[in-house]
């Protein structure tokens, strides 16, 4: 079983930023994709961003230019770096990650072997 833990999420007034990092319990380097996803209250969860295996970046258009996905496999972790915070990006933020051979996107076919985080809270205050 693999694990997924989230760390890095807070409140920020608007406009801050915020670095979210998720460590795998297993390689990063071999994982076919892995990626951000969010749920704010009353909401469907959404795709935020996602990073191949060749490091092919895909964003949601809500937060390009502002959010940026990476992972350092030396240390098995993925990152969220994300600038410019508004009200509407308050959410609960979680981590996934698949090793199953396939497309990297954010169709739930991609994650039907994948695993998920606990999740991390982000409060962004107007």
């Known amino acids: 079983q693999v694990q997924l833990v989230e760390s890095g999420g807070g409140s920020v007034q608007a406009g801050g930023s915020l670095r979210l990092s998720c460590a795998a319990s297993r390689s990063t380097y071999s994982s076919t994709c892995m990626g951000w996803f969010r749920q704010a209250p009353g909401k469907e969860r959404e795709g935020v961003a996602l990073i191949d295996s060749g490091g092919g970046m895909v964003s949601a258009n809500s937060v390009l230019g502002r959010f940026t996905i990476s992972k350092d496999n030396s240390k098995n972790t993925l990152y969220l770096q994300m600038n410019s915070l508004k009200a509407e990006d308050t959410a609960m933020y979680y981590c996934?990650?698949?090793?199953?051979?396939?497309?990297?996107?954010?169709?739930?076919?991609?994650?039907?072997?994948?695993?998920w985080g606990q999740g991390t809270q982000v409060t962004v205050s107007s």
């Open positions: 996934r990650a698949t090793w199953n051979i396939g497309p990297c996107a954010f169709s739930s076919a991609t994650w039907a072997s994948g695993y």
